[in-house]
């Protein structure tokens, strides 16, 4: 399988989650800007939508959109607990966790990375990370990850996410449970990995 990534981007999340379950990825560099792969061809004859992720199965199929591509990995695998079981009142629970990570947070991050947005939108747009952040750092408060005491791909995508806090200056360092929660994350070898292979952090000097 073929990942379309973007080095720190919202793709970081299936990568993670790749790596978590042990499933070999071949993963090809996307401009998103330019719309071109590393080879120089045209990324939007591979996802017409034009961002990543974009996951091409090894029949040729694309799979686009984070949420429905991490649990396609992690149903690859399901002795990796990275998602319960289909059907279950947890699998229910996951995929409202990864709803709300995708539209109240994902998605409110974008207008803080477009240099032409206006301060005010930007500022409206912080307060209202912070308000959806507190609910987090509720659940956080009192569990180890974002569904109890098992990893899942819902806590790779919240720890991508909430890394990008730092390049657009939204201040989060109120919000405890979930600072523990991201060193938790980073500090995991399939989430080292993935981050020195996306060239987010160095490779450990050869000892
Ligand atoms: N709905 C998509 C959104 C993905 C998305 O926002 N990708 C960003 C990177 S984090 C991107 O590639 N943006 C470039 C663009 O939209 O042109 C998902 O949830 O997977």
Redesign the pocket.
């Known amino acids: 399988m073929k990942l379309y990534y973007?080095p720190g981007?919202?793709?970081l999340s299936p990568h993670i989650v790749a790596r978590e379950a042990g499933i070999p990825l071949t993963l090809v560099k996307t401009d998103?800007k330019t719309k071109r792969i590393e080879s120089g061809a045209d990324f939007l004859a591979i996802n017409p939508k034009?961002?990543?992720?974009a996951l091409e199965l090894d029949n040729g199929e694309v799979l686009?959109?984070?949420?429905a591509i991490v649990q396609y990995l992690a149903d690859r695998k399901p002795e990796s607990g990275l998602a319960p079981a289909h059907g279950t009142r947890e699998r229910y629970r996951l995929q409202e966790m990864l709803g709300y990570i995708?539209s109240e947070i994902?998605k409110t991050y974008?207008p803080l990375f477009k240099p032409d947005t206006p301060d005010a939108t930007r500022a409206e747009r912080k307060e209202y990370l912070r308000k959806r952040y507190a609910l987090i750092e509720d659940i956080l408060a009192k569990r180890t990850w974002l569904l109890g005491d098992h990893f899942t791909v819902a806590d790779a995508y919240l720890f991508t996410v909430t890394s990008w806090a730092k390049h657009v200056e939204l201040d989060l360092s109120a919000f405890k449970a979930l600072n523990a929660f991201q060193q938790r994350v980073a500090a995991r070898p399939a989430v080292q990995a993935a981050m020195q292979e996306e060239g987010l952090i160095r490779k450990a000097a050869a000892a």
């Open positions: 973007s981007a919202c793709s998103t034009g961002y990543v992720p686009t959109e984070g949420p995708n994902h974008s």
